[in-house]
């Protein structure tokens, strides 16, 4: 092929990204990405510079134990309508509309929160935000699969993850900065501003189709039938397709695939505060070129996926994910560098681009769309668990062995994930190719 007519073809799969659809689904990444930093990597910088203490910072990674446990009131937010919203705007968008007004209330009552003088109203109200953001991810995740043809599922999972890296961004960097300017409160509020303006796109947003509810068979009745299909139903499609085994590897692999990552995500603010690094240099640094650096990330993710296949990108990702853990020993031994600071930023954040644009692809491909909101939330859910319990032991493992032990212990936990994949290399028919039964609206 000459490079004209390569170029050609690149350039009209680029216009997909134009698509008002598409363009969208980046604004509903950016409406799902902006709670987590509030309640996370943003929230620590709070504490820590509250006085608390790393120990019990490292237990706010239980707060996000509702992005672990969503899957258990998923098949509610799957199939039951809301009274009023959803008969004005249709389910997925009824459901969005209410948890994104009742999400941006929970964010600005976190932000009159102190935690110097009332930690537990602080962990109550950041327990709130992340129930209400994992309840909102519930409609996001099934809005994005419904809304939008299965040749451009790649393309709109590319732009949810960029709208929510550019959240990440807004409510990390920008959040820091407002704080260091005008004082927790005001950037609290602001990011709960944000969150009211997202409403706008779910009113703009046309509702996706609805597939066509079965009817109950002969001598069932219907309440019963309708529980069924909504609670069991999904989770028994997912054991049935892949076989029992399989599944049970799968879910595993989900678990443990960004367990380093997790784990040592969880205390990287209070590192910086120990290292000295004023919330400005962690801001420009840390959260606006680290944004430029997982972004690349992110597309070169999508380069290996497209290359490669899934779960030979998988492989590929998680070992540049594994190795870039390492930086951070470098950075603990030359103290506060802002070039040192800079290169692991670099380094770490275009591994961890790669990583979650191969996941997210992959989680997708593993959903029947028939019950996109349910298997979803069940598989991100089990991602969840890594980032949320497990991690939440993450302050008491760097007590016992320092800063340099931590680290490499963050590096060996990403092997267990890795060598599941080539498990399922040899036990998995390969997701791109396994049919997908059509229903209507789908």
């Known amino acids: 092929m000459s490079e004209p007519a390569a170029a050609q073809r690149w350039l009209e799969a680029a216009r997909v990204y134009l698509e008002p659809r598409i363009l969208g689904i980046l604004l509903l990444g950016f409406a799902s990405g902006l709670p987590l930093a509030l309640t996370g990597g943003t929230l620590t910088m709070r504490l820590a510079e509250a006085g608390v203490q790393t120990a019990a910072i490292g237990f706010f990674a239980w707060v996000g134990l509702a992005y672990g446990w969503k899957f258990l009131w ?7 309508p809301l009274p009023l919203l959803s008969r004005a705007l249709g389910r997925r968008r009824g459901w969005l509309l209410a948890t ?9 009552g976190l932000g009159l929160a102190d935690p110097a003088t009332d930690l537990a109203r602080v962990a109550g109200l950041a327990v709130l ?6 309840t909102q991810d519930i409609v996001i995740d099934a809005f994005r699969v419904e809304l939008v043809s299965r040749d451009r599922q790649g393309a709109a999972a590319a732009m949810l993850v960029i709208g929510y890296r550019l959240a990440m961004f807004v409510s990390g960097a920008g959040a820091l900065l407002l704080a260091e300017w005008y004082g927790w409160e005001l950037a609290y509020g602001a990011m709960a501003a944000l969150l009211l303006a997202a409403v706008a796109v779910t009113l703009t947003l046309p509702e996706p189709a609805v ?3 079965p009817a109950p068979p002969p001598g069932r009745g219907a309440l019963a039938f309708r529980l069924e299909q909504a609670v069991v139903a999904p989770f028994a499609e997912f054991f049935a397709r892949n076989g029992a085994a399989t599944a049970i590897l799968i879910l595993l692999f989900v678990v443990l695939y960004k367990l380093g990552d997790a784990l040592l995500g969880a205390l990287t603010s209070p590192l910086y505060v120990g290292l000295g690094f004023a919330k400005s240099e962690v801001a420009a640094i840390v959260k606006s070129w680290g944004l430029v650096a997982v972004l690349v990330g992110g597309v070169l993710g999508g380069l290996v996926v497209k290359r490669l296949g899934l779960l030979p990108a998988l492989w590929v990702c998680g070992l540049a994910q594994m190795a870039s853990n390492l930086m951070f020993l470098l950075l603990y031994w030359a103290g506060h560098d802002l070039l040192v600071l800079g290169l692991t930023i670099t380094i770490e954040n275009l591994a961890g681009g790669m990583g979650t644009t191969a996941f997210v692809a992959y989680l997708s491909a593993l959903c029947n769309v028939t019950y996109t909101a349910t298997q979803y939330a069940l598989l991100s859910s089990l991602m969840a668990q890594a980032r949320t319990f497990l991690a939440g032991f993450a302050g008491l493992l760097q007590a016992g062995l320092g800063w340099p032990g931590f680290v490499l212990l ?3 936990a990403a092997l267990p994930g890795l060598l599941l994949i080539r498990l399922l290399e040899r036990r998995l028919q390969p997701a791109e190719e396994r049919p997908v039964p059509l229903v209507q609206g789908a």
């Open 74 to 80: 998923s098949p509610v937010v799957d199939r039951v």
């Open 100 to 108: 994104q007004l009742a999400l941006a209330a929970a964010t600005s």
């Open 129 to 134: 935000v992340a129930f209400l953001s994992a």
């Open 211 to 213: 597939p066509t509810e």
């Open 410 to 412: 963050t590096t060996v």
